[in-house]
């Protein structure tokens, strides 16, 4: 069983999986303390997530179905201002992270691949109809998409595993 030592406000252990029991993914298992809440902690987390998320099924449902089909926003240019100023600083902070061989341009890649994909939606769902809906679609296609597929796929190669 390879085994590496994370360090932060926990003391944890990532522990491979045994072949027979599933992906091989590592998991992350607290370090053996009798008295340590962690595990119970984690356990909560984990049931409290989702049964939020099976929670949200019902609630898209009636938001779908309650929704106006369009809206007026007072704020629209620095919404989308915003949005791309995140995406600018999620690519920087992973090329600097990267250029210093820091271990955290997985967690920045992965952020910004999820910006990405959030602008490539909203771009295309809010465009108006004609020029600016086929503007918005070949800016999704030829660059949020392929963007965010290689913040993603950067992501999890970087991703700290036990023995690299």
């Known amino acids: 069983m390879a085994s ?5 406000v926990h003391s944890l252990r990532l522990v491979s999986v045994d072949a027979g029991s599933g992906s091989g993914v590592p998991r992350i298992l ?3 303390a009798a008295a340590s809440t962690f595990p119970l902690l984690l356990r909560r ?3 409290v997530l989702t049964v939020l998320g099976l929670a ?4 898209l449902v009636f938001l779908h179905a309650g929704l106006p089909a369009t809206a007026q926003a007072s704020h629209w240019a620095w919404t989308w201002t915003g949005l791309d100023s995140f995406e600018a600083l999620g690519l920087l902070s992973t090329g600097l992270l990267l250029r210093r061989g820091d271990r955290r341009a997985c967690l920045t890649s992965a952020a910004t691949s999820a910006l990405l994909l959030v602008d490539a939606w909203f771009d295309t769902m ?3 109809p004609g020029s600016d809906f086929k503007l918005a679609v070949l800016m999704a296609v030829f ?12 992501a999890t190669r970087t ?4 023995g690299r």
Do not use: D, S, Y
């Open 30 to 32: 607290p370090k053996a």
């Open 45 to 47: 987390a984990a049931t």
């Open 126 to 128: 809010t465009a108006a």
């Open 4 to 8: 590496t030592q994370l360090t932060g």
């Open 143 to 154: 660059a949020e998409l392929p963007l965010a597929v290689a913040c993603a796929v950067l």
């Open 56 to 59: 949200m099924i019902p609630w």
């Open 159 to 162: 991703f700290p595993r036990p």
